[in-house]
T-cell receptor, first 115, second 115 residues
Framework: DSGVTQTPKHLITATGQRVTLRCSPR?????VYWYQQSLDQGLQFLIQ???????AKGNILERFSAQQFPDLHSELNLSSLELGDSALYFC??????????????FGEGSRLTVL | GEDVEQSLFLSVREGDSSVINCTYT??????LYWYKQEPGAGLQLLTY?????DMKQDQRLTVLLNKKDKHLSLRIADTQTGDSAIYFC???????????????FGQGTTLQVKP
């Protein structure tokens, strides 16, 4: 158990819909990262937050947004869903904003299926 | 380009050594990592190497880094069936001049260990 909690574990929805994925980082971790894992794209970095502020942005679509709340949990919002958004979405946390030893602690992921 | 590349599949017999290879792109990466993903789980950090090192050994794991060729390898000695998993290499990609940033992952190598 990494200490990172993601909900829901599985989600099935239809094209055009909007979903919210939730992540609670490890106790004490200030930094949250979101990654998308799909069969054809591998593991893609989406976005990073540190202590409530956006720190780094990756290949995140405009239809997607995220935020980190004062209690440090984070939400990833996916809207106008398309079939290609079906993937496993991972949240990871780390203590710091920087990449020192690089240990990210990953949750078990939220599997999104868009029909 | 952005890509970190790995071969997709490796099959070995129990007791043999496994060598998983990776090429990365950013010569300014300060750390390089190996993560392991077991079925149904998130990624877990196995080991990392600082970019000024050539080799790092940690029990059954040996990491070799050829910075000139931007080549990283993970050797698992005496491979066991419990080592069957997907192995990801990753490089740290700094964000501007700060030490914040992101980990860029390869596609992952599925290691199959036959009894």
């Amino acid at each position: 158990d990494s200490g990172v909690t993601q909900t829901p574990k599985h989600l099935i929805t239809a094209t055009g819909q909007r979903v919210t994925l939730r992540c609670s980082p490890r106790s004490g971790d200030l930094s949250v990262y979101w990654y998308q894992q799909s069969l054809d794209q591998g593991l893609q970095f989406l976005i990073q937050y540190y202590n409530g502020e956006e720190r780094a942005k990756g290949n995140i679509l405009e239809r997607f947004s995220a935020q980190q709340f004062p209690d440090l949990h984070s939400e990833l919002n996916l809207s106008s869903l398309e079939l290609g958004d079906s993937a496993l979405y991972f949240c990871a946390s780390s203590v710091e904003a920087g990449l020192n030893t690089g240990e990210l602690f990953f949750g078990e992921g939220s599997r999104l299926t868009v029909l | 380009g952005e890509d970190v590349e790995q071969s997709l599949f490796l099959s070995v017999r129990e007791g043999d050594s496994s060598v998983i290879n990776c090429t990365y792109t950013d010569s300014s990466s300060t750390y390089l990592y190996w993560y392991k993903q077991e079925p149904g789980a998130g990624l877990q950090l196995l080991t990392y190497i600082f970019s000024n090192m050539d080799m790092k050994q940690d029990q059954r794991l040996t990491v070799l880094l050829n910075k000139k060729d931007k080549h990283l390898s993970l050797r698992i000695a005496d491979t066991q069936t419990g080592d069957s998993a997907i192995y990801f290499c990753a490089e740290s990609r700094p964000h501007g001049s700060s030490n914040t940033g992101k980990l860029i992952f390869g596609q992952g190598t599925t290691l199959q260990v036959k009894p």
